[in-house]
């Protein structure tokens, strides 16, 4: 990679804003070099090398939780499509899992995912599937019992066609959200990336059924040219039963 640094306008005190600029490389493509050159320029990745978190995706958690507050110390946490483990390192500290800050409840905050991560104090993660019959009672197990609250950053590989990705994206939180409802505690939160006006349709009306409140919000970390929105419910009610209205609108 070759790069240089622009003089950027001044800021009324003296100061001066330097922008990485990137050549396009040989064999590079157009928008490699201007995704690279984004990346470079990028508070949050800068903020993330310089605090030490794995991206800039844990400041859309810890911007979510500043506003909602689930992330309470004491609270057990599951991580759906946990890597690299940014939500992780937010979670581990909030909930107080490493049992560091005194006079605390100590949380669990339990990491799954398909491939493997560097292992990170005060958090559990196990290779796993969740989407495979019997994952939930996994989950149960290395919990001890159910979650607080359960939430993905998970995303689709994008393929190109917007309104496909758009489909897997949301196919994705709706089997998390699923998942939330076998292994959630009764009041806990379920936090979710969606797309484009949030979650939609029967998911939003399902989730409005479960949970005593939700919300679709941009959090500010996100990226202002980005579709992508998350999904805050809170207040779960509980396992439906066959006397619950509308507990035969499971889909």
């Known amino acids: 990679m070759t790069g240089k640094t622009e003089k950027g306008g001044g800021s009324g ?15 590079r493509k157009l928008s490699s070099t201007r995704w690279l050159e984004r990346q470079l320029n990028d508070p949050y990745v800068i903020r993330a090398r310089r605090e030490g978190f ?24 599951v991580d759906l499509g946990c890597a690299p483990g940014g ?65 993905s950053d998970m995303a689709a590989s994008a393929s190109g066609h917007k309104q496909t990705d758009h489909l897997r994206i949301m196919a994705l939180c709706e089997a998390a959200a699923y998942f939330a409802f076998d292994v959630l505690e009764t009041g806990g939160t379920f936090v979710a990336k969606v797309l484009a ?17 939700v919300q679709n919000v941009k959090p500010p970390a996100s990226r202002a040219d980005s579709s992508e929105k998350y999904v805050v419910a809170q207040g779960f009610r509980g396992p439906e039963t066959a006397d619950d209205p509308g507990a035969d609108e499971s889909s």
């Open 13 to 27: 005190r003296g100061a001066r804003d330097l922008r990485v600029k990137v050549k396009t490389a040989k064999g």
């Open 54 to 77: 794995r991206g800039r995706a844990a400041y859309k958690l810890i911007e979510l939780d500043d506003k909602y507050r689930f992330l309470l110390p004491g609270a057990r946490v």
């Open 87 to 151: 939500w992780l390192q937010v979670a581990v500290d909030r909930v107080n899992a490493l049992g560091a800050k005194q006079g605390k409840k100590q949380g669990f905050v339990l990491g799954v995912d398909l491939q493997e991560i560097e292992p990170l104090a005060g958090a559990e993660v196990h290779l796993l599937d969740f989407l495979e019959d019997g994952a939930d009672d996994k989950v149960k197990v290395w919990l001890g019992g159910t979650a607080d609250v359960v939430m």
């Open 197 to 213: 006006g949030g979650a939609e349709g029967d998911l939003q009306k399902v989730l409005k059924r479960r949970f005593a409140k």
